[in-house]
């Protein structure tokens, strides 16, 4: 059976494995087995997408057999079920979602009693499981599964971000909620907060989520922040765990740059401990000169929020992200939330009266080109040596001023070729040869 789990949980199209029915009964009851040695309760949350409820529910027929029970908090966040699930004493949380992905796609990420995502140990004993057949789940049980809301005491988190230092002034911020799981959260605590919230693409009707919109497609929150003139706007993702500002003039400010604002801030007031955060190999080579000059270390790790935090944790680092906008404030949550991102990059300009464009101005950012490759398989990249000899003749050309970053997709079927240095055509051309050559070899 082919491995269950990606760098995100389970990702899919519903109906067919590993989102088929069976799978997902037998998924449920691994899951409550690996999280509750069986009689787990269980949270399930999920995005906006159609199959999202037709998931949950055969999910719940897995927990069932287990003897197991599962209580639907219905559309929502996860970083919410993240909050969620050590608060109300929960055993774990099954969030259905497939993130920033197209809407034909659904998936399922799992997260431990403390709110964080399941180890590598434990999707492996989840995977294990469901590949055993020795066992089966009835295909006629059909548990009821208990719905509660609960997104009060999100809110109330979320909001608590800004407690004592919200701006003396709320202003118009402008809100690309994807029309995923934060249209239903993040425009009321914004507007509870005081701010004059112009709403884009909260309208989720089961297939419209991330459709040329939300944090991936930023260019329509762009043109409403400058004809709207808003102070700055946010793009969520679909499940709402990442988030990407635009300033005033419409300019992003992307992961790199929130972490570099958020840091070299909270250094000023003694709370960065260590004086050191966590980025990913893709976050720019111009976030570590830039954060080395405020005093700032810059730990890099793998790509993933999973390996964010667990590079957090092992440093004693509070705050780590990615170039996409996931950052971790460990502090607030234990995982990536778009909204306490957005709320803590508006405290640091609450609290020193700039504007966003002015507090990302100390960054300056290589040339970064990314280009994404479709591949047929995801053969090891050590087994290709025309590939490997291409990758070296680009670092070569580059010298010590730039970094070349070659890496598959953990969740599509896509190779990342990411090239970055001083000189742009020069990037751009290294970049686009490279992915030629991935291309011939991998397409």
């Not at 906006?48 to 029970?69: C, D, K, N, P």
């Not at 993040?186 to 909260?202: K, Q, T």
Request: with cysteine.
């Amino acid at each position: 059976m082919p491995a269950l789990f990606g760098t995100d949980g389970v990702r899919g199209e519903p109906g067919r494995p590993p989102l088929d029915a069976r799978t997902l009964a037998r998924l449920g009851a691994a899951v409550a087995r690996a999280l509750g040695n069986g009689r787990a309760a269980l949270l399930a949350a999920r995005d906006t997408r159609q199959s999202g409820s037709w998931i949950e529910q055969e999910l719940a027929r897995g927990v069932a057999h287990q003897r197991g029970t599962l209580v639907s908090a219905g559309v929502l966040p996860t970083p919410a079920a993240a909050l969620l699930v050590p608060a109300g004493g929960f055993d774990g949380a099954l969030v259905v979602s497939a993130s920033h992905n197209p809407c034909p796609d659904n998936g399922i990420k799992v997260l431990t009693a403390r709110g964080e995502k399941a180890s590598p140990a434990t999707e492996a004993e989840i995977e294990a499981r469901v590949a055993d057949e020795s066992w089966t789940v009835a295909a006629t049980a059909r548990p009821q599964v208990e719905v509660r809301d609960l997104s009060d005491a999100y809110r109330a988190h979320a909001a608590g971000v800004l407690a004592g230092s919200a701006p003396a002034a709320p202003f118009r911020i402008a809100i690309d909620c994807a029309n995923g799981a934060m249209s239903r959260v993040a425009p009321g605590v914004l507007r509870e907060l005081g701010f004059d919230v112009v709403a884009l693409n909260a309208d989720p009707d089961g297939v419209n989520i991330n459709r040329s919109c939300g944090s991936t497609h930023p260019e329509g929150l762009q043109r409403a922040v400058r004809a709207r003139g808003c102070r700055l706007g946010l793009a969520f993702d679909g499940d709402g765990d990442r988030v990407i500002m635009v300033d005033h003039r419409g300019e992003i400010v992307d992961g790199d740059g929130m972490l570099f604002i958020c840091a070299r801030f909270l250094r000023g007031q003694g709370r960065l401990p260590g004086n050191a955060v966590v980025a990913t190999v893709m976050s720019n080579i111009g976030l570590e000169m830039a954060l080395r000059a405020a005093g700032v270390t810059l730990h890099r790790c793998a790509v993933g929020d999973r390996q964010v935090r667990e590079a957090m944790v092992e440093r004693g680092v509070a705050l780590g992200g990615e170039q996409s906008g996931h950052l971790i404030f460990s502090d607030l949550l234990p995982t990536g939330d778009g909204l306490l991102t957005a709320l803590s990059v508006i405290e640091v300009i609450a609290a020193t009266g700039q504007e966003l464009a002015d507090l990302r101005r100390g960054l300056e950012v290589c040339p970064q080109v990314l280009v994404n490759v479709p591949v047929r398989s995801k053969p090891d990249l050590a087994s290709e040596p025309r590939l490997t000899a291409a990758v070296e003749e680009a670092r070569r050309a580059l010298g010590r001023e730039g970094r070349v970053l070659v890496r598959y997709s953990g969740t599509e079927p896509l190779l990342r070729v990411m090239i970055e240095g001083r000189d742009a055509a020069l990037v751009r051309r290294l970049a686009d040869g490279l992915a030629g050559r991935a291309r011939e070899l991998l397409g």
